[in-house]
């Protein structure tokens, strides 16, 4: 089993991992020749978000190289707030980098990632470093157990604001409480409220977009096709979840909500401008159930 990469696109990579490290302590990453696959499934209780993500190979590294008995795949497991402390600093104004270079190798007979960092100081000097995370190399079987969550088609997509601008409002209803309604219409409406028994804020959004999903471009309007294009269609959410989810602000370029009324929201958040997107990052939602 043998993997090595060069990490040209650390930014895009470090705000990743920045967002996955939100949604859970630990996540599992799987190479393959073409693509790399972020997850974090459900824990037993089922009421955490999970991240099915994929990023091609191009947009984040170069002489990339893969060899294992698995198809050429490497599933590990491993802490995604260690593999995001090793990024994070190197995306910090100042920082010269030259090189880094990230390959599976073995620290007293435990497997690691170990990142191999070059940067250049101020009197031009090449400065190395090395760093390693702990990794667990996970069994063809466990990895064919992984299954991404099974939901109906959704009623509505939408193409959301920019996140940044929605997590601010989410942080105001947080105070009326722990749960909040996300609705969304087929006429570009977005709706998010919270209640307590005084009192009820409803937060709108209109002339939003409603996509094709599936389609070359999904930027471009689908015609109404629900006689009654003005129904909400909604999901009950824990703020705090919604909230985790926000987080993606840091990588979003385009998102788009898709409500699976009563029963989910996926969120597909788009790694780049979505017609050359280098990767999907895919939320689930679990509901709160009224």
Not at 90 to 111: C, Q, Y
Not at 127 to 154: G, N, T, W, Y
Request: glycine content about 4%; overall charge neutral; some cysteine.
């Amino acid at each position: 089993m043998r993997f090595r990469a060069n990490i040209d696109n650390v930014t895009t990579f470090a705000r990743i991992m920045q967002t996955v490290e939100k949604i859970q302590k630990k996540c599992i990453i799987r190479f393959s020749e073409t693509e790399m696959r972020i997850i974090c499934n459900a824990d037993p209780s089922g009421n955490t978000v999970q991240i099915w993500s994929t990023i091609r190979i191009e947009a984040i590294f170069s002489s990339y190289r893969i060899q294992s008995n698995s198809n050429n795949e490497i599933s590990l497991l491993l802490s995604a707030d260690a593999l995001s402390q090793v990024l994070r600093p190197l995306t910090l104004p100042g920082i010269s980098l030259e090189d880094v270079t990230m390959k599976l190798a073995k620290k007293n007979d435990v497997p690691v990632l170990n990142f191999e960092i070059a940067t250049a100081s101020r009197g031009g000097r090449t400065v190395r470093v090395s760093h390693d995370v702990r990794i667990d190399i996970m069994k063809p079987q466990d990895v064919a157990e992984l299954k991404e969550p099974l939901c109906p088609e959704p009623d509505v997509h939408i193409v959301l604001p920019p996140l940044q601008d929605i997590r601010p409002v989410v942080e105001r209803l947080r105070a009326l409480g722990d749960v909040v309604a996300l609705r969304a219409n087929r006429s570009g409406k977005l709706q998010i409220s919270a209640a307590t028994e005084n009192a009820k804020i409803d937060v709108v959004w209109a002339n939003l977009q409603n996509p094709r999903i599936g389609e070359e471009n999904p930027s471009q309007e689908a015609p109404a096709e629900n006689p009654d294009p003005e129904r909400m269609y909604g999901v009950l959410l824990r703020t705090k979840s919604l909230l985790q989810f926000l987080g993606a602000h840091v990588v979003s370029t385009t998102t788009i909500a898709c409500v699976c009324h009563q029963h989910a929201m996926i969120f597909y958040v788009y790694v780049g401008e979505v017609a050359d997107a280098g990767g999907v990052l895919t939320f689930f939602l679990p509901p709160v159930q009224d």
